[in-house]
């Protein structure tokens, strides 16, 4: 009789015990504290984003942003399921809408107090009204996000000369996207980037011209090309193009490759040339760069 009561016992204990865990593994991964909107606008866009994933990760939620994932395997009560479909409760639903919602408005405030912000709409009309058109636009990645950047090239001639003699200028425009519907961060607009044509910058004697521009994988790079004709010959080019990669917020020229072509001598080189000292798009004059090189015309 004594032995039925201790197994009992036994048995009785277990369950409780057993109770008790799975209650409390339940309770890790389900229940969590939502903070108030005080404490949710003290934290940093970082932190915000950790919170709004959170309550997906403690449903079992496996992310496909690896970040992500690396951050919450940190936590005891993590348990990735691949298979796991998360279904939000209206309160969590309105608690992530929280979240996003005081992250845009760190943004925001994080943009407009850094670099202007402009409505592309109005920034194309702007340049309509003026006759100016867009030569080149680029469509693609330059920092760090995952939201599409756009690079323009615009004509800003208001030479009316026919012929090939007309005064040709352009202006580099970059825009950062932004989470902001139709609003994006002005990075940089210049008119020393891209080469004019017939213009005071440049010897009278050459011909100027720009190609190969591009924006790939966060570098942006374009060739400009400069047309030689001097007197009973038939000519020299030489071709530059420039290289920038995107680092730590700024638009760096990482490289430059001079290709040259004697017509008269038909002698071509090639020179490839690492940038060492930092030179930011920013401050990038076109105009401070050598072109024509006597000596290899010559010879």
């Not at 866009?45 to 951050?71: C, H, I, P, Q």
């Not at 402009?118 to 996000?145: A, C, P, Q, S």
């Amino acid at each position: 009789m004594k032995k039925i009561v201790l197994v009992l016992l036994c048995m009785f204990l277990m369950s409780s015990c057993k109770d008790r865990i799975n209650a409390q593994i339940e309770t890790s991964k389900s229940d969590f504290e939502t903070l108030t909107d005080q404490e949710l606008k003290s934290k940093s866009l970082k932190e915000l984003r950790f919170l709004r994933n959170e309550v997906f990760a403690r449903k079992g939620y496996m992310f496909k942003n690896e970040d992500l994932n690396t951050y919450f395997k940190t936590k005891s009560w993590y348990n990735p399921n691949p298979d796991t479909k998360v279904e939000l409760t209206p309160e969590e639903e309105n608690y992530i809408n929280k979240i996003k919602d005081i992250e845009t408005s760190i943004k925001t405030k994080k943009i407009s107090g850094s670099l202007q912000t402009v409505d592309l709409e109005k920034e194309r009309k702007f340049y309509d009204n003026k006759d100016f058109y867009i030569n080149t636009e680029l469509k693609g990645f330059i920092n760090n996000d995952t939201i599409e950047d756009i690079i323009w090239i615009i004509d800003i001639s208001t030479d009316d000369s026919l012929g090939g003699n007309a005064k040709e200028e352009y202006r580099l425009q970059i825009f950062l996207g932004t989470e902001i519907n139709n609003k994006y961060i002005e990075y940089l607009k210049s008119d020393s980037v891209i080469p004019c044509n017939n213009c005071d910058n440049w010897e009278n004697e050459s011909e100027y011209s720009f190609s190969n521009v591009k924006l790939e994988n966060k570098t942006f790079h374009f060739s400009t090309i400069q047309l030689y004709r001097g007197a009973g010959t038939q000519g020299f080019s030489q071709e530059n193009t420039f290289i920038f990669n995107f680092d730590n917020d700024n638009m760096i020229l990482s490289k430059v490759i001079k290709d040259y072509q004697n017509y008269d001598t038909n002698k071509k080189k090639k020179d490839r040339i690492m940038q060492k000292e930092k030179v930011f798009l920013k401050d990038f004059n076109i105009y401070d760069w050598k072109y024509v090189d006597p000596a290899y015309i010559s010879g």
